[in-house]
């Protein structure tokens, strides 16, 4: 069992950055697949990005060379720095996990979610 709590999430102009955290608990975390998600009003959940036991990572076309996801074991968290933030990336953003080893941006892959924090990005 993981419980994640995301935080970080807040409004910014387009052009600017966020950094949003997502704190875990429970069982090993170093093991699990991470990802972070996002549902914006009247559209499906998507995937944004995802990092596996060995930090390989995998991006949405939408946001690659403009979000970094990374981990710190130690620390239990989990990050996605936003840069270069535009108006189409305002939604909830969500943290999960997953104990699965295999690489996926499928959110029907993840079993444990956090509650989510919201981004806005204003032009």
């Known amino acids: 069992q993981v419980q994640l709590v995301e935080s970080g999430g807040g409004s910014v102009q387009a052009g600017g950055s966020l950094r949003l955290s997502c704190a875990a608990s429970g069982n090993t975390y170093g093991r699990y697949l991470m990802g972070w998600f996002r549902q914006a009003p009247g559209k499906e959940r998507e995937g944004v990005a995802a990092i596996d036991h060995d930090d390989s990572t995998r991006y949405a076309d939408s946001v690659k060379g403009r979000f970094t996801i990374s981990k710190d074991n130690a620390e239990n968290t989990l990050y996605l720095q936003m840069n270069s933030l535009k108006p189409e990336d305002t939604a909830m953003y969500y943290c999960?996990?997953?104990?699965?080893?295999?690489?996926?941006?499928?959110?029907?892959?993840?079993?444990?979610w956090g509650q989510g924090t919201q981004v806005t990005v204003s032009s």
């Open positions: 999960a996990a997953d104990a699965s080893a295999r690489m996926t941006l499928l959110d029907s892959d993840y079993n444990y």
